[in-house]
């Protein structure tokens, strides 16, 4: 689950790492106050539970506030990777002489706890981590060991401060991984932790991602606002839906819709579409025994995605069986109708029932079927994945 940068910067200064004096606005006219509050020049950065801000042009500088209020009107009115930008955090802009990396996670596979460091900080780690591997310095602890003060310093000394910084280095990297552990957390980073003209290190940007299923270990966060929420990002308008009508949905950035009868068919479809070339829109699952209605709502989320160019539809009958999906399907077309070409394939469980239902469909509203192909077990599921790809016009 992740913080917003202001959630993420008050939980910074409440264990002691040095933030800017920032201020979080919900309009131009309080941008405008703060910057002259301030009365220096300004960086206006949106708050959004996504990245890429910079690129989209979500982060601004204004030298006065009458320039903030400007720059903060054309920011309200921004959406990054399709979430609107409704807040902004306020700071002064900072005289920096050169960026850092530092961060805390956890390594999956070995079950360790992981400190990164680096000299290349204000990019990706995963670019820095690509591009100039001998970059990274990596500090790798037991999950129940603590962080000795001479680690830290000594990690400090390889990521390359100068000498007048190691202990407020190792200072900072202490409190970061006291905080990590403190919270549960799954990334606590701060990048770039920045080294000012005055020889000062501050945390110009943080990021936190936490597990949500320890949330209640930590009433304080409630207090603070912060309630379980989206595990990466905040909800799109289609995610707000499903999650109202109770259907497993989470949006992608492709271009392929996916209609799977079960999670681990749409996990199976989503890898043919990837190996042929396209790219799933989404995931979703219907769940065991799926209405006609709840299937007719799986196919209204995908039908209303400006970036769904085609459909797949895939369904392995078992305790839900396909003539019952069938029917759900012809029930969204008769009543709704469906504008994205689809090709769905049925096997197992009365399967030959649910293609006789198409079948007859079909033959009494034609119009309803003219981009919609349907197969049954004698079609393999691959070729059904790649008429997909086809479709949305991504064959390789």
């Not at 309080?30 to 996504?50: E, F, G, R």
């Not at 290349?120 to 995963?126: M, T, Y």
């Not at 400006?306 to 305790?319: D, H, L, T």
Request: contains cysteine; hydrophobic residues 40%.
């Amino acid at each position: 689950m992740r913080l917003y940068e202001f959630e993420g910067k008050f939980l910074f200064r409440k264990f002691g790492i040095p933030v800017p004096d920032g201020t979080l606005a919900g309009d131009p006219d309080a941008v405008h106050d703060i910057a002259a509050k301030l009365n220096c020049p300004v960086v206006l950065k949106s708050q959004v539970l996504t990245g890429g801000r910079g690129k989209a042009g979500g982060i601004q500088i204004a030298q006065n506030p009458d320039e903030a209020k400007e720059i903060a009107k054309r920011l309200f009115g921004l959406k990054i990777n399709s979430y609107p930008v409704e807040r902004l955090l306020v700071e002064p802009k900072l005289d920096i002489a050169a960026e850092y990396y530092l961060g805390v996670t956890i390594d999956r596979a070995n079950y360790k706890l992981v400190i990164i460091g680096s000299p290349a900080g204000g990019i990706d780690i995963e670019v820095t981590a690509e591009r100039d591997p001998d970059k990274i310095i990596r500090l790798v602890l037991d999950i129940d060991e603590p962080l000795y003060r001479f680690d830290a310093l000594y990690l400090a000394k390889l990521i390359g401060f100068e000498r007048a910084q190691y202990k407020e280095a190792q200072k900072i990297m202490m409190a970061l991984f006291e905080l990590f552990k403190s919270y549960d957390a799954k990334l606590a980073e701060i990048n770039p932790l920045a080294l000012l003209a005055d020889g000062s290190l501050v945390a110009a940007d943080a990021r936190m991602s936490l597990d949500d299923d320890a949330l209640f270990r930590h009433p304080d966060l409630k207090e603070m606002g912060i309630e379980k929420r989206h595990e990466e990002g905040e909800l799109t308008p289609r995610e707000k839906q499903a999650t109202e009508w109770g259907i497993p949905y989470l949006d992608l950035d492709g271009t392929i819709g996916m209609f799977p009868g079960g999670a681990g068919f749409g996990i199976m479809g989503n890898d043919f579409i990837n190996y042929f070339g396209g790219r799933p829109a989404n995931f979703m699952d219907s769940g065991g025994g799926p209405s006609p209605e709840r299937i007719a709502r799986m196919l209204i989320l995908l039908d209303e995605n400006p970036n769904v160019k085609a459909i797949f539809g895939a369904r392995f009958g078992g305790i839900s069986r396909c003539d019952d999906f069938a029917r759900g399907v012809v029930k969204f077309l008769t009543e709704h109708g469906l504008s994205k070409p689809m090709v769905m394939r049925m096997t197992g469980n009365m399967w030959q029932e649910g293609v006789r239902i198409f079948e007859q469909a079909k033959y009494a509203h034609p119009e309803l079927f003219r981009h919609i192909e349907f197969h049954g077990i004698e079609t393999p599921i691959e070729q059904i994945a790649r008429r997909a790809v086809e479709l949305a016009g991504e064959v390789r």
